[in-house]
């Protein structure tokens, strides 16, 4: 069975930093392309950070350019995004999914042909 499990989330301070884990089992994520989504209460999903197969390729919503690094570990099966600066708008429910029919980066292509797609893991930002 190929999953994606979501760890690392949390109750974190604006300002501070937390670390984000999408591991894979059942499949090796060497040929997926990888993204990062969220969905607040009463909006829709977009796609934060998403990150190409090779790892040579990656894309960051403008609001989190900067405070955000998506990386990936093909030995460990995990993709991590690394939250820096945190603020308030961040705060959403966290997937992540794969893709290993694109070779893009971009959120909304790997979106369109996800293949699968995690629980997800809660991000507060709150003092």
């Known amino acids: 069975q190929l999953q994606v499990v979501e760890s690392g989330g949390g109750l974190v301070q604006p300002g501070g930093s937390l670390r984000l884990s999408c591991a894979a089992s059942?499949?090796?994520?060497?040929?997926?392309?990888i993204g990062w989504f969220r969905q607040a209460p009463g909006k829709e999903r977009e796609g934060v950070s998403c990150?190409?197969?090779?790892?040579?390729?990656?894309y960051y919503i403008d609001s989190v350019k900067g405070r955000f690094t998506i990386s990936r570990d093909n030995a460990k099966n995990t993709v991590y995004l690394q939250m820096n600066s945190p603020n308030p708008k961040d705060t959403a429910l966290y997937y992540c999914?794969?893709?290993?029919?694109?070779?893009?980066?971009?959120?909304?292509?790997?979106?369109?042909?996800?293949?699968?797609w995690g629980q997800g893991t809660l991000v507060t930002v709150s003092s």
């Open positions: 059942g499949f090796t994520l060497d040929y997926y392309a």
């Open positions: 999914g794969a893709s290993s029919r694109t070779l893009s980066s971009s959120c909304q292509i790997i979106n369109r042909y996800l293949e699968v």
């Open positions: 990150i190409s197969s090779s790892g040579g390729s990656t």
